[in-house]
């Protein structure tokens, strides 16, 4: 199964309002990564957050970690219709070198 | 080139055919990954390359799944007799060493159907 989990699955909103997203895993880890992903082809590297983080800015997206209850959350704020695309997460399950992906959650900004 | 670059961006072929998918990672990068994205799925880890290190092979789904990284650059993808099952999009991602704490770069992927 997954080790991390995204949602809500689908997310649609206005151009301007806020969009958060949310990621669950199940096990232990050392970092954690959010990417972008355009009409279905390659992903693009958004933010890194390790561990011993809280909380982390890079321009309009902000990415929260609560290892207590094992879930990130990334926000995006003022979104554009440009923002529209799958955002997923990706995590070091155990301390593998293998990053893990889950489902991804599909954002639509309308204009 | 500048970023990871995979060939073809489309590959339609009949069921039973063998296919080969390339990738080229970003020069230096010790780390590789392969995974493939079924339509509205998520990622699918398939196999992965560190360095001159054996790979990581614990996602290859059948043995008609094979990978090689020759000269610890190029990787070939390598599906035989294809089924439709196998049909989806295979994304080639490298990064400088390995591991979530270093991001790493995808290709554009390659659009497999199998008919």
């Known amino acids: 199964s997954q080790q991390g989990e995204e949602d809500p699955q689908a997310l649609s909103i206005q151009e301007g309002e806020n969009a958060t997203m949310n990621c669950s895993y199940k096990?232990?880890?050392?970092?954690l990564q959010w990417y972008r992903q355009n009409s279905g082809r390659g992903l693009v590297h958004l933010i890194l957050i390790r561990s011993n983080e809280r909380e982390k800015h890079s321009g309009r997206l902000r990415v929260t970690l609560d290892t207590s209850k094992k879930s990130s959350s990334l926000l995006i704020t003022a979104s554009r219709a440009a923002d529209t695309a799958s955002y997923f997460c990706?995590?070091?399950?155990?301390?593998?070198?293998?990053?893990?992906f889950g489902r991804g959650t599909s954002l639509i900004v309308h204009p | 080139g500048a970023g990871v670059s995979q060939s073809p961006s489309n590959k339609v072929t009949e069921k039973g055919k063998d296919v080969e998918l390339r990738c080229d990672p970003i020069s230096g990068h010790t780390a590789l990954y392969w995974y493939r994205q079924s339509l509205g799925q998520g990622l699918e880890f398939l196999i992965y390359f560190q360095g001159n290190s054996a790979p990581d092979k614990s996602g290859l789904p059948s043995d008609r799944f094979s990978a090689e990284r020759t000269g610890g650059s190029v990787s070939t993808l390598t599906i035989q007799r294809t089924q439709q099952e196998d049909s989806a999009v295979y994304l080639c991602?490298?990064?400088?060493?390995?591991?979530?704490?270093?991001?790493?770069?995808f290709g554009q992927g390659t659009r497999l159907t199998v008919v």
């Open positions: 991602a490298s990064s400088s060493i390995g591991g979530v704490n270093t991001e790493a770069f």
């Open positions: 990706a995590t070091d399950a155990g301390g593998s070198y293998i990053p893990t």
């Open positions: 096990t232990s880890i050392n970092n």
